[in-house]
């Protein structure tokens, strides 16, 4: 059949075209069916021409999909990277089963990751993306109409309807599959086409297919390609500006579902895994009850369900249950309460069963970084889950334990490399223990991929990390390099300390930002109490610490001058400074400072104050006067931050805040009081209760809270009670 322009074609002379939706269970069974059927030389595919290497790994027997394809660039100015996955029911893969199975040589022909960023001019929303993008499905405005008017709730709803359910021959099938694709690029203008790199790709696949030398051909591209494939002029490839790798990875059904993000796949994988499989859907339908044995689902309640599934399925004109079918069975018969609260948890608990949970695998031998290797080796060696998707709490006793030490190191390791498998709780100083939840996921395979490029091992790559960020570290910023030291010691590297000490003390000397020190001051004060962190190998950590404190307590006076822009986070820093003496001469300075920022003397005063260097009676004095001044506000809020027993401690201190209140005109209450709630802000209900009877005492205005409560004090304990349990339902549902 020869090509016509403008009008959808399957065929074309010695050429097959093969349109497909990428993950479709229909058209991996019709595309293994042609293959087998024509027996062609060659079979071209839809996929990143640098993976080319790669086809003889997702077709090793020892192979089990979801497996991915995953392609990165790690050049500074262009980062990027991409998953191609691949399941059993992806058309690609069984394309290429196919073809190994007849003996035809089996060509990727799309651009790589580092063609496709030159051809592309949108702004892309992530740096990680699909390579089977198929946005287009359900944006498409054509085929939401279409979805309307045959009664359809959604694209994947009406696809389902159209291709998943029903049994015909694979001429009609692809046809029809053409007609849908054809409807939905009718939405694309040229230019968007240019924008989003398809004509470029278009082009280089025709260049491939024209290039099959009269050879019998089948193409297998996804479907919006193919509409234009057979008109499209051949072109060349574009010239990346910068390199790129492909690996093979390990892949899960959570990260296939569209209903998860993957706006490339089909909602269910587990559920087109078994249509693949030919399996009966009310087995999966049981596995959908039996989660929900809990919410008093029964026997009878399956045998209805499956009823209604198979009525729905023939009213539709299905020739298998369709998902929908079984969620609208579910729907119908498992839903015993309101939609809107048990219908969500129960709908919920039915996607995660079509969704599944499958991971797959790779045979010995197939090309892995060096880094990954030596993550699952030490993994392995530590007992740390390399399969199961579930998080998994981990509570190290590092002080007792070895064994915990070095988790915490490989964790904290992966942590600084960026590798999504460790969630850390980070622990005070007052813990003894560090909390960890921890999940393996595709994501963390990938990142250690693309983090290879720093080292063959994570003790390299680390490293390598480390001394990257330092260099970059502004030239006079200590508390970036004090806290780089602590990461060191973390992670067990402590043969990059000595560096890391002499840079951070290098910074010490020249920073004048107060925050900065005070902060580099904190970490450096961590490395006292932390004795996993073997901080008492590090030489000249002790001559660091009191570097850190004299340039903080020298930074003191100046911070008078310091704007209310910057007074909140000075504040902080203020108050997280380790106590020393080294700091008393200082903090004298700023507190008798007769000009400046209000909020920071007042905290120098409370610091003072808590050190025993100012007697009550004398901060009482000082605190009456700023009261009768604008500042009032401020300085309460700085003397509070530091010291909130100065309420009671300073005598006086409560008549003189209730003169100021009442002395204030309207308009100049309202003015202030914006200040006066902040500086309250550090109370506790408790104290904040106490100061309220304090001033009713003083001026004699009833308290809205000793009104009489419109509930008793037992269905007050019942109330919460009930609101307890509501939230931990809640929790266990995942809402």
Known sequence: MEAVPGRPQVASALTTYLPVRHHSPACARHVGRVIRDQRPELVLIEGPRDAQSLLDWL???????????????????????????????????????????????????????AEMQVVESIERPARVRSL??????????????????????????????????????????FKGVLEYCALARQDYTPELLQAE????????????????????????????????????????????????????????????????????????????????????????????ARTLRGRGISTADLLEADRQMRALAALRGHHRPAREDLLDAVRSVFIQGADDVEGVAVLAE????????????????????????????????????????????????????????????????????GVPYGFWRKAGREQLRESWWVAWEPATEARLVEQSVYGSGLEEACSSLLLEQLEAL??????????????????????????????????????????????????????????????????????????????????????????????????????????????RPGLES??????????????????????????????????????????????????????????WQVEGLVEAMSERLAGFAQDDFLAQLPHWRLAFAELTPRETDRLARELKRLTGVELALERPLPASGEELVRSRLLELAVAERLAAEGL
């Open 59 to 113: 077709v090793h027997p020892e192979t089990v999909a979801p497996v991915a394809l995953y392609s990165f660039v790690t050049d500074p100015d262009s980062r990027a990277a991409a998953y191609y996955p691949l399941a059993d029911h992806s058309p690609e893969l069984e394309a290429l089963r196919a073809a190994r199975e007849v003996g035809a040589e089996a060509r990727f022909i799309d651009l790589s990751l």
């Open 132 to 173: 089977l993008e198929e946005t287009w499905m359900g944006e498409s405005r054509r085929l939401k109409a279409a979805a309307r008017a045959l009664g359809r709730r959604d694209s994947d709803e009406l696809w389902d309807h159209l291709f998943e359910a029903r049994e015909t021959d694979s001429p009609t099938f």
């Open 197 to 288: 790199g398809h004509t470029a790709r278009e082009r280089v696949m025709a260049a491939a297919v024209a290039g099959a030398s009269g050879r019998p051909t089948v193409v297998v591209t996804g479907g919006f390609h193919t509409v234009a494939l057979p008109t499209t002029p051949p072109g060349p490839a574009p010239r990346p500006r910068s390199t790129g790798e492909v690996v093979l990875i390990r892949y899960s059904f959570p990260q296939l579902d569209r209903l998860n993000g993957y706006a490339s796949g089909m909602p269910g994988p587990e559920f087109s895994q078994r249509a693949w499989e030919g399996e009966d859907p009310v087995r999966l339908l049981a596995e959908v």
């Open 350 to 417: 039915a996607r995660r069963c079509l969704c599944g949970a499958r991971v797959g695998r790779l045979p010995l031998g197939v090309a892995r970084t060096p880094l990954v290797e030596d993550f699952e080796a030490r993994a392995r060696a530590l007992r740390l889950p390399l399969e199961s998707l579930g998080e998994r709490e981990l509570s190290l006793e590092l002080y007792r334990r070895p064994s915990h030490r070095r988790i915490s190191r490989l964790l904290h390791r992966l942590r600084f490399l």
């Open 474 to 583: 502004p030239e006079r910023s200590c508390q970036q390099a004090a806290s780089l030291v602590v990461e060191a010691c973390r992670m067990g590297l402590h043969r990059q300390t000595a560096l890391l000490l002499r840079e951070t003390a290098r910074r010490v000397a020249d920073d004048g930002d107060f925050v900065s020190v005070a902060q580099a001051c904190l970490s450096l004060e961590e490395l006292t109490w932390r004795a996993p962190l073997e901080a008492d190998r590090l030489v000249g950590l002790d001559e660091l610490r009191l570097a850190a404190a004299l340039r903080a307590g020298f930074l003191l006076p100046g911070l008078a001058a310091t704007s209310p822009e910057s007074e909140t986070s000075v504040l902080d820093a203020l108050k997280a400074l380790p106590e020393s003496e080294l700091r």
């Open 590 to 647: 700023l507190a008798d400072a007769p000009t400046g920022n209000a909020c920071l003397r007042g905290a120098a005063w409370g610091l003072l104050l808590a050190a025993g260097r100012r007697p009550a009676a004398q901060l009482g004095e000082q605190a009456r006067g700023e009261l009768l001044g604008d500042s009032g506000a401020g300085f309460l809020r700085g003397l509070l931050a530091v010291s909130r027993s100065a309420l």
